[in-house]
């Protein structure tokens, strides 16, 4: 252990040391005494709980250190931790790629590989027809301009008429001396060419007699058509070129940062337009700018407390400062990266003009459901998919914005896979899902009040398909199903009946806003979307009035795939995208009407909400697609329902009346049953459809047939008297009389 005198020494001696004088190098002088003082007086002055037991500082103005005491040098340096080495830099540094994506990827490869052929081919095509109707007329026209053209440069060569101006020029200013030089120049000039043009005249003479008089047809046809030719293209003016272009260049401007940082500047962005002011950039390329697809992309750090949000927000003034239509301009956020990152992507032409986008599937013979469904091509002539196993998908626009053209993209992409069955229902009356119906379980096509009950009657069976695949994926052994879902090789077993099942309700929101059925089917579908995912159950959703009334909150809220395409205003765009996508830049509402028909936000397929111009398929490709899809159906022996001319009313299982087992299992002499005894019987009577039910299965099944459930006093097996859920039969009597009684005014 060290001696206290010990301490006292060593300070004593640094004392001593830091009030010497400076020393050459120019060391600090600092005075311990002030420093002491100093650092007194900064200390917290908060009283110390303890404070009575000292002296207070009034007493003793000097404060005083203890033997342990150290001093504080004050021109000590801090040893700082020291950041990542260079090698760790250089892990995490993003690496570019070596090859562009269009060499890499064979879809654009041969994309480009095609247009490069279609273009030369353009050419050749456009002047091979108008070489003998267009372009020798012309020359025949031209020749004898041009022999006229050719004998006067002739004659101005012989006389050296080229110098004429310059030796006019020296005499008129008196410059005797050059003008001399250049007239002896002339002469001599004059004589030669004069001797080279008389032998030439004598040998073109000479040939022309030839040719007229000595030489043989073909010859003079070849000769009197070079001449022709010749002679024509002489005479051709130059602001009259013999061909025309086969293609105009769209000349657009490159991208360059000067450019950017510009327009950046415009959009009225404090941060940025402050920098730029003041001679900075106000943001920071993280990349050079670089082609991308059809256009250029700009990888963007923005300024400190800038989104790509407050970007977005402002993107018709960037497509101003960029003198770019807005149809080409597209900020994006990068999900790897800040949220100031932008990704800054500027087309060569306006995305609605690109034309119609071709579907990847439409030659497609058969499609798995289980992989991504292609759907169209983002601003940057990126494929983009939609999945649709354990999701359900909304859609919603204005009317003829394209709504209903991407629901029938979807519903082809389940049907080329003879494993979903379809449940069709349109239910706006024009007939845009006809084509399909020889692939359905179940169709429908109107708005009137049958067409819409019908609908409401799928949702209620699909309810009831909903419970009764959570029962059977229970019983499924974990090696086969673990993670209680249905995957390709469940789907495949058909004695298993847990094949995908698609229902598409498109103009949903006639049946929602029903007031007779909508309440009942706005339950159901809820109830579907949030149960049936993992039981290979999709429902598809497309309204054109998207509000609390024709699309109820449980189902928007619980949707995962969602596409918006042109809406009104903030209250449309959140209900079909989300709460606060309207507030995060993603907006809908942005599209104009008509000219981005088929155009919208696609939200849920991929990280980030991305814009996407849907695939078309006009009713003959549709056709087409269905009937690929009926023979594979056919051949696999998958047709079902409606396709067969079916009045299907149940689900893919067994057929059964719910109504009716019930009243088979319960007697008229049981007035009050117990719902777990109804379960039970239901078993035994149907294995292959209730089995694994229990008390709750029936109450929900029942409730959609207005069947409420009550507390029934009963005994139990053990003759223990006791109260628990159960139902009255005169209300399922009733129940089935309203049913029958409506079936027969149908």
Same mark, same amino acid.
């Given at each position: 252990?060290?001696?206290?005198?010990?301490?006292?020494?060593?300070?004593?001696?640094?004392?001593?040391?830091?009030?010497?004088?400076?020393?050459?190098?120019?060391?600090?002088?600092?005075?311990?005494?002030?420093?002491?003082?100093?650092?007194?007086?900064?200390?917290?002055?908060?009283?110390?709980?303890?404070?009575?037991?000292?002296?207070?500082?009034?007493?003793?103005?000097?404060?005083?250190?203890?033997?342990?005491? &150290?001093?504080?040098?004050?021109? *000590? =340096?801090?040893?700082?931790?020291?950041?990542?080495?260079?090698?760790?830099?250089?892990?995490?540094?993003?690496?570019?790629?070596?090859?562009?994506?269009?060499?890499?990827?064979?879809?654009?490869?041969?994309?480009?590989?095609?247009?490069?052929?279609?273009?030369?081919?353009?050419?050749?095509?456009?002047?091979?027809?108008?070489?003998?109707?267009?372009?020798?007329?012309?020359?025949?026209?031209?020749?004898?301009?041009?022999?006229?053209?050719?004998?006067?440069?002739?004659?101005?060569?012989?006389?050296?008429? #080229?110098? @004429?101006?310059?030796?006019?020029?020296?005499?008129?200013?008196? *410059?005797?001396?050059?003008?001399? =030089?250049?007239?002896? *120049?002339?002469?001599? &000039?004059?004589?030669?060419?004069?001797?080279?043009?008389?032998?030439?005249?004598?040998?073109?003479?000479?040939?022309?007699?030839?040719?007229?008089?000595?030489?043989?047809?073909?010859? *003079?046809?070849?000769?009197?058509?070079?001449?022709?030719?010749?002679?024509?293209?002489?005479?051709?003016?130059?602001?009259?070129?013999?061909?025309?272009?086969?293609?105009?260049?769209? @000349?657009?401007?490159?991208?360059?940062?000067?450019?950017?940082?510009?327009?950046?500047?415009?959009?009225?962005?404090?941060?940025?337009?402050?920098?730029?002011?003041?001679?900075?950039?106000?943001?920071?390329?993280?990349?050079?700018?670089?082609?991308?697809?059809?256009?250029?992309?700009?990888?963007?750090?923005?300024?400190? !407390?800038?989104?790509?949000?407050?970007?977005?927000?402002?993107?018709? &003034?960037?497509?101003?400062?960029?003198?770019?239509?807005? +149809?080409?301009?597209?900020?994006?956020?990068?999900?790897? #990266?800040?949220?100031?990152?932008?990704?800054?992507?500027?087309?060569?032409?306006?995305?609605?003009?690109?034309?119609?986008?071709?579907?990847?599937?439409?030659?497609?013979?058969?499609?798995?459901?289980?992989?991504?469904?292609?759907?169209?091509?983002?601003?940057?002539?990126?494929?983009?998919?939609?999945?649709?196993?354990?999701?359900?998908?909304?859609?919603?626009?204005?009317?003829?914005?394209?709504?209903?053209?991407?629901?029938?993209?979807?519903?082809?992409?389940?049907?080329?896979?003879?494993?979903?069955?379809?449940?069709?229902?349109?239910?706006?009356?024009? +007939?845009?899902?006809?084509?399909?119906?020889?692939?359905?379980?179940?169709?429908?096509?109107?708005?009137?009040?049958?067409?819409?009950?019908?609908?409401?009657?799928?949702?209620?069976?699909?309810?009831?398909?909903?419970?009764?695949?959570?029962?059977?994926?229970?019983?499924?052994?974990?090696?086969?199903?673990?993670?209680?879902?249905?995957?390709?090789?469940?789907?495949?077993?058909?004695?298993?009946?847990?094949?995908?099942?698609?229902?598409?309700?498109?103009?949903?929101?006639?049946?929602?806003?029903?007031?007779?059925?909508?309440?009942?089917?706005?339950?159901?579908?809820?109830?579907?979307?949030?149960?049936?995912?993992?039981?290979?159950?999709?429902?598809?959703?497309?309204?054109?009035?998207?509000?609390?009334?024709?699309?109820?909150?449980?189902?928007?809220?619980?949707?995962?795939?969602?596409?918006?395409?042109?809406?009104?205003?903030?209250?449309?765009?959140?209900?079909?995208? +989300?709460?606060?996508?309207?507030?995060?830049?993603?907006?809908?509402?942005?599209?104009?009407?008509?000219?981005?028909? !088929?155009?919208?936000?696609?939200?849920?397929?991929?990280?980030?909400?991305?814009?996407?111009?849907?695939?078309?398929?006009?009713?003959?490709?549709?056709?087409?697609?269905?009937?690929?899809?009926?023979?594979?159906?056919?051949?696999? +022996?998958?047709?079902?329902?409606?396709?067969?001319? @079916?009045?299907? @009313?149940?689900?893919?299982?067994?057929?059964?009346?719910?109504?009716?087992?019930?009243?088979?299992?319960?007697?008229?002499?049981?007035?009050?049953?117990?719902?777990?005894?109804?379960?039970?019987?239901?078993?035994?009577?149907?294995? #292959?459809?209730?089995?694994?039910?229990?008390?709750?299965?029936?109450?929900?099944?029942? =409730?959609?047939?207005?069947?409420?459930?009550? !507390?029934?006093?009963?005994?139990?097996?053990?003759? $223990?008297?006791?109260?628990?859920? !159960?139902?009255?039969?005169?209300?399922?009597?009733?129940?089935?009389? $309203?049913?029958? #009684?409506?079936?027969?005014?149908?």
């Amino acid at each position: 252990m060290k001696h206290p005198d010990d301490d006292n020494e060593l300070f004593n001696r640094l004392e001593a040391e830091m009030t010497e004088p400076a020393a050459p190098s120019g060391g600090e002088v600092v005075d311990l005494g002030k420093a002491r003082t100093a650092r007194g007086e900064s200390s917290d002055p908060t009283p110390d709980p303890s404070a009575d037991s000292r002296p207070s500082k009034s007493a003793d103005p000097e404060p005083t250190e203890s033997a342990d005491a &150290r001093p504080t040098l004050v021109d *000590q =340096k801090v040893p700082t931790v020291s950041g990542p080495g260079v090698l760790d830099r250089i892990k995490h540094s993003k690496r570019l790629d070596v090859f562009p994506a269009w060499l890499k990827s064979r879809a654009e490869f041969g994309e480009a590989l095609g247009w490069l052929s279609g273009h030369a081919w353009h050419t050749v095509a456009f002047h091979a027809v108008r070489v003998p109707f267009v372009y020798l007329p012309k020359l025949i026209w031209r020749s004898p301009r041009g022999a006229l053209n050719t004998a006067s440069k002739v004659g101005r060569w012989a006389v050296d008429g #080229e110098g @004429e101006a310059l030796r006019q020029y020296t005499a008129t200013n008196e *410059q005797v001396d050059e003008y001399l =030089k250049l007239s002896r *120049q002339r002469d001599r &000039r004059v004589r030669l060419r004069m001797i080279l043009t008389a032998l030439g005249s004598l040998l073109a003479l000479g040939m022309g007699l030839f040719l007229v008089y000595g030489a043989q047809p073909m010859t *003079q046809l070849i000769a009197a058509t070079v001449a022709v030719l010749g002679f024509g293209l002489a005479g051709t003016p130059a602001d009259a070129p013999l061909a025309t272009r086969a293609v105009i260049k769209t @000349e657009v401007q490159k991208l360059t940062s000067d450019i950017v940082i510009k327009a950046m500047a415009s959009i009225g962005i404090g941060q940025i337009a402050s920098a730029v002011a003041k001679g900075q950039d106000g943001i920071k390329f993280v990349a050079p700018i670089t082609r991308e697809g059809p256009g250029w992309r700009a990888d963007i750090d923005l300024p400190l !407390g800038v989104t790509v949000a407050d970007v977005a927000d402002r993107r018709a &003034r960037l497509a101003s400062g960029l003198r770019r239509p807005l +149809g080409c301009v597209w900020p994006d956020a990068d999900p790897n #990266e800040h949220e100031g990152r932008l990704i800054l992507w500027v087309g060569d032409r306006d995305l609605s003009k690109t034309g119609i986008v071709k579907w990847q599937l439409a030659n497609a013979r058969r499609h798995d459901v289980f992989k991504r469904v292609p759907f169209g091509l983002d601003p940057r002539g990126r494929a983009q998919s939609v999945p649709l196993i354990q999701h359900n998908v909304l859609i919603g626009s204005q009317p003829g914005q394209g709504k209903t053209a991407s629901v029938r993209v979807l519903a082809c992409g389940a049907a080329l896979d003879p494993s979903v069955e379809l449940w069709l229902h349109e239910n706006k009356g024009t +007939g845009d899902l006809d084509s399909l119906e020889c692939v359905s379980h179940r169709f429908v096509s109107g708005i009137d009040d049958d067409s819409i009950k019908y609908a409401a009657d799928s949702l209620k069976l699909l309810r009831e398909e909903v419970m009764r695949r959570a029962a059977a994926i229970k019983k499924l052994p974990r090696d086969l199903c673990p993670d209680k879902r249905i995957t390709r090789s469940i789907a495949d077993k058909r004695s298993l009946k847990l094949w995908p099942l698609l229902a598409v309700f498109d103009e949903c929101q006639n049946l929602f806003a029903h007031a007779k059925y909508g309440k009942q089917a706005g339950e159901d579908a809820e109830f579907i979307i949030k149960l049936g995912r993992a039981l290979g159950v999709i429902l598809i959703l497309a309204t054109q009035r998207p509000d609390k009334d024709s699309l109820p909150t449980g189902i928007s809220g619980n949707v995962s795939i969602r596409f918006c395409l042109r809406v009104a205003g903030q209250v449309e765009n959140d209900m079909i995208l +989300g709460t606060s996508a309207y507030k995060n830049g993603v907006r809908a509402t942005a599209f104009r009407p008509e000219i981005d028909a !088929g155009n919208g936000y696609l939200g849920g397929a991929a990280p980030l909400p991305v814009v996407v111009r849907t695939a078309y398929l006009d009713d003959p490709a549709t056709n087409a697609i269905a009937q690929r899809a009926y023979a594979l159906r056919k051949a696999e +022996g998958t047709l079902s329902g409606h396709a067969l001319g @079916e009045d299907a @009313e149940s689900t893919s299982g067994p057929s059964y009346d719910l109504l009716a087992d019930v009243a088979a299992v319960v007697p008229p002499s049981e007035k009050r049953v117990w719902n777990e005894r109804i379960a039970a019987r239901l078993g035994e009577l149907r294995p #292959e459809v209730y089995g694994g039910w229990k008390g709750e299965n029936v109450t929900s099944a029942l =409730k959609p047939h207005g069947i409420k459930t009550t !507390g029934v006093a009963g005994t139990t097996d053990d003759g $223990e008297r006791t109260t628990r859920r !159960g139902i009255v039969r005169d209300d399922l009597t009733t129940a089935i009389a $309203e049913r029958d #009684e409506n079936r027969g005014a149908a």
